[in-house]
Every structure is written in C-alpha cells, then in structure tokens.
C-alpha cells in the first residue's frame, strides 16, 4: 500500500503565520471543495451516495502545500454507510472533541453537515488566532461544544471582510436543521469573499512566505534520498499467485551418521510381531542416538527439514488415487526406497550440497524411524481440506507431517460447501503424498 506524501505545513502552522483573512477564506474553501468531493462519493453499482463523513476535520488533517494546494487528510475514522463492522462502539468519541459537532459530541447519527460545523471551527480558529473550544479536561470541552456561547471571529480578530462572521457563525448553528447545508455552500461564500478582498493570490503568498521551509525540505529530501542509494522498484505480481518459498543454500553441516539397522534374521511366518518389536526398539535407540549427537547444537543449521527442500518442484508431488488393499510390508519397504532415491537424485540435480544431502537423508531416516510421512494437498481455486475428520485449514500446504498409515483426506470448496474431492491414501513412513483438487 502507498500512500502519497504531501510537502506543506499543517493548517496549525498556517493559523501562527497569522495570514490575512482573504487567504484563510482562500484556504478554507479549497479545503472545503475536498470534503464536498468526499460526500459527494457514491456507489459504482447503483450510484447511490456512500454517506461519506470525515468525523475529524481539524488544523492537523488539514494541509497546505509548498505548492499551494490544499490537502484534506486521514479518513482513517471516516464514517460510510453500509460499513460492515460497527462504526463507532458504544461510549466511544471518534475524532478530537475541540472540533467536533453537538451531534457527534452526543453521539448520534452524523451526516456531511457534521464537518461543516467542524470546518467552522477550524475557520473561526485561524481567523481568531486561537481554538474556539477549550477546556481543562474532555468533559469541559465536551460541554463548550453544546453550550458555551458562540461569538464572531471578529470579536479578537478585528474587522473582517463583509459576511465573513456570518457565514462563520452560520456553519456554527448547533441545530443541524438551521446549519449551512454543504461544505460547497461554505466553499461557494469563501470563494466570493477570497476574490473581493485578496491582494495577492495564495500561491504567491506561499512561495514568499514558506521560501526557507520549502528550501529546507528541499535540501532534507535529497540527503534523505542520496543516503538511501538508487530507487528501486519492485514488481507485482497475479492476484491470488502463492509465495514461492526461496531457494536458499543450507548452512554447512557436519555429516550426520544414519542409524543403520542391525540385520535381524526372520525364521518364519510366526516369528514377524516379535521381530517387528525388536527393530521398532532398534530403531528408536537409533533415533535416540541422533538426537544425543545434535541436540548440543543448533538444529536450523545441523539438520535441514525435508519440507524446505524441492518444496515447490513440480516433480516432487504425486497425485495418488485411492487405494483399495494396504500394500505389502515388501511394497512400502520398495515405494520408501524409490522415494528416498529420487529425492537425492532431484538434490543432486539442483545442486544442493554433499553435507546437505546426507542431512535431509538422516532426518527423512528419523521420520520413517518413528512412523511419520508427509501430505501435500493443493487445489485451484484453494479448498478447506480436512483429514480423518479433523479441520487442516486451507491448501495449497506442502508437505506437512501425518502418521505413516491410512487417511482420509477432503477438500472442501469453501463457498458452497460440497465436497470436491474425498480419497483414502495409504502413507508410508517417510513417503510424501499428495492430493489435488481442479
């Protein structure tokens, strides 16, 4: 997100340089051209007006530039109808209270009226030399606003140009219904006020008066800009495109051992449970091992995660269709070999260090150790995906951890509702698989 950056000073700046009031009519109504434009938005469907209110016109949202132009900022707190989440909570004040409308102090409906009597604040402020509303808490502000009495601008500023005190204490009415009815109205009087009494432009005015500032924002700019190096610009990309995870070389490693399985010789048939005890606590003394060999050191370095590798290689996911029978104990042991094989020979071809290499290959070893595979699931457009019943959030996810054995996997069009795919996948310990939706 960008945001365009305004060179000028603040309206609270412009007030102390005490300029002569055809400047602050000139000023004033230029400011109010843009809160009228902010009003006047409507839908791009049926063209119906938003019911845009700014709710926080003050001095420090409003700027003048080094070009003379006027600049209406932060719509941060602005009001528009049909916002989905609530505009304003009970008892809470949005905007400064000095310059707020009775209606907005009370918090009740607002409507494009409520920056009008905003804006007369602002305006009998510069004129006056000082804030119309004060007060030693929010409370006291807060009731000067609905009942202090209201006196013209001129009484501190002196004589003003005709109509100039009326049309400041019209946008002052505090009942609505007797208020100015537009910031185009107010801009429309300033406007006449501006030409009949102006001895000079505003554009003039700001380039004698604010030369030393501009110069000196001149001069910050290009130190600020030479010290940042050469401007560069980045690209975009498709909406919806999924972050491709970088191809960063893994630290160096030292190699770290493979447990290697002690040959257990299987006499028959009936000996299997006894012999698949003895390597279950084999191979957890193996991974017991490992873990006594790098757990001194740092595990993001030592050890890469089989996840980060090949991770967005298209060869790397399968889609598999559902099985029917559990394979055989000599088909997962050949599917575990193939897999590991071709993960070191895509390694290999994308240059992925020795040291490396052999680390992904001991912690693939620790996972199919410990009964553990991976699941990729991907979808266009993205699906909820569920496993076994159990919520895994949306795809695309690359090869996320799930017990080795049989699973149901869902994908779930997040719209309707309907179910775009459902398959049963046999996971083997250490095997990645994958499920893809259209």
């Known amino acids: 997100m960008m945001m365009e950056y305004v060179p000028g000073e603040h309206f609270r700046r412009f007030r102390d340089r005490r300029p002569p009031p055809a400047l602050v009519c000139a000023a004033m109504a230029a400011a109010c051209r843009g809160l009228h434009a902010a009003h006047e938005l409507r839908d791009l469907g049926d063209g119906h007006l938003l019911g845009v209110?700014?709710?926080?016109?003050?001095?420090?949202?409003?700027?003048?530039?080094?070009?003379?132009?006027?600049?209406?900022?932060?719509?941060?707190?602005?009001?528009?109808?049909?916002?989905?989440?609530?505009?304003?909570?009970?008892?809470?004040?949005?905007?400064?209270?000095?310059?707020?409308?009775?209606?907005?102090?009370?918090?009740?409906?607002?409507?494009?009226?409520?920056?009008?009597?905003?804006?007369?604040?602002?305006?009998?402020?510069?004129?006056?030399?000082?804030?119309?509303?004060?007060?030693?808490?929010?409370?006291?502000?807060?009731?000067?606003?609905?009942?202090?009495?209201?006196?013209?601008?001129?009484?501190?500023?002196g004589a003003l140009p005709a109509d100039l005190d009326d049309v400041v204490m019209a946008g002052l009415e505090r009942d609505r219904e007797r208020r100015l009815g537009s910031a185009a109205a107010l801009a429309e009087v300033l406007e006449r006020i501006a030409a009949a009494n102006a001895r000079e432009s505003l554009e003039a005015w700001v380039e004698r008066e604010l030369a030393a500032e501009r110069e000196q924002h001149r001069t910050w700019l290009?130190?600020?800009?030479?010290?940042?190096?050469?401007?560069?610009?980045?690209?975009?990309?498709?909406?919806?495109?999924?972050?491709?995870?970088?191809?960063?070389?893994?630290?160096?490693?030292?190699?770290?051992?493979?447990?290697?399985?002690?040959?257990?010789?299987?006499?028959?048939?009936?000996?299997?449970?006894?012999?698949?005890?003895?390597?279950?606590?084999?191979?957890?003394?193996?991974?017991?091992?490992?873990?006594?060999?790098?757990?001194?050191?740092?595990?993001?370095?030592?050890?890469?995660?089989?996840?980060?590798?090949?991770?967005t290689s298209a060869d790397a996911f399968v889609s598999v269709p559902a099985i029917d029978a559990a394979p055989s104990d000599a088909a997962i042991a050949d599917a575990a070999d193939e897999e590991r094989d071709a993960g070191r020979a895509r390694r290999r071809d994308a240059g992925v260090p020795v040291d490396a290499a052999r680390a992904v290959d001991a912690a693939a070893a620790v996972d199919a150790a410990v009964g553990t595979g991976f699941l990729t699931c991907t979808a266009e457009p993205f699906a909820l995906v569920s496993v076994d019943g159990e919520d895994w959030g949306t795809t695309p996810f690359f090869k996320r951890k799930i017990p080795a054995g049989r699973h149901e996997v869902v994908l779930t069009d997040p719209a309707s509702g309907s179910v775009r795919k459902r398959v049963t996948v046999e996971i083997a310990p250490g095997q990645v698989r994958t499920v893809s939706a259209p």
């Not at 940042?228 to 051992?257: C, F, H, L, N």
């Not at 006499?267 to 299997?272: G, K, L, V």
């Open 222 to 311: 290009a130190k600020l800009l030479a010290a940042s190096g050469p401007m560069k610009t980045q690209a975009g990309r498709p909406t919806g495109m999924v972050t491709a995870i970088a191809d960063e070389a893994p630290a160096e490693a030292a190699p770290v051992p493979v447990p290697v399985p002690v040959p257990v010789p299987v006499p028959d048939r009936r000996s299997r449970r006894g012999v698949a005890i003895l390597a279950v606590l084999l191979a957890l003394a193996g991974v017991t091992a490992l873990l006594l060999l790098v757990g001194g050191r740092d595990h993001g370095a030592a050890v890469v995660d089989a996840a980060s590798v090949d991770a």
């Open 53 to 157: 209110v700014h709710r926080d016109v003050s001095p420090d949202n409003l700027m003048l530039g080094f070009d003379a132009r006027v600049k209406v900022l932060d719509f941060g707190i602005a009001l528009v109808k049909g916002r989905q989440a609530p505009v304003t909570e009970l008892g809470v004040l949005k905007g400064k209270p000095p310059y707020m409308s009775p209606e907005q102090v009370k918090n009740q409906a607002l409507d494009r009226r409520s920056d009008v009597f905003s804006a007369c604040v602002v305006l009998h402020e510069l004129l006056a030399g000082k804030p119309l509303f004060e007060g030693d808490s929010l409370y006291a502000i807060a009731r000067a606003v609905e009942h202090q009495e209201l006196e013209p601008p001129s009484r501190w500023a």
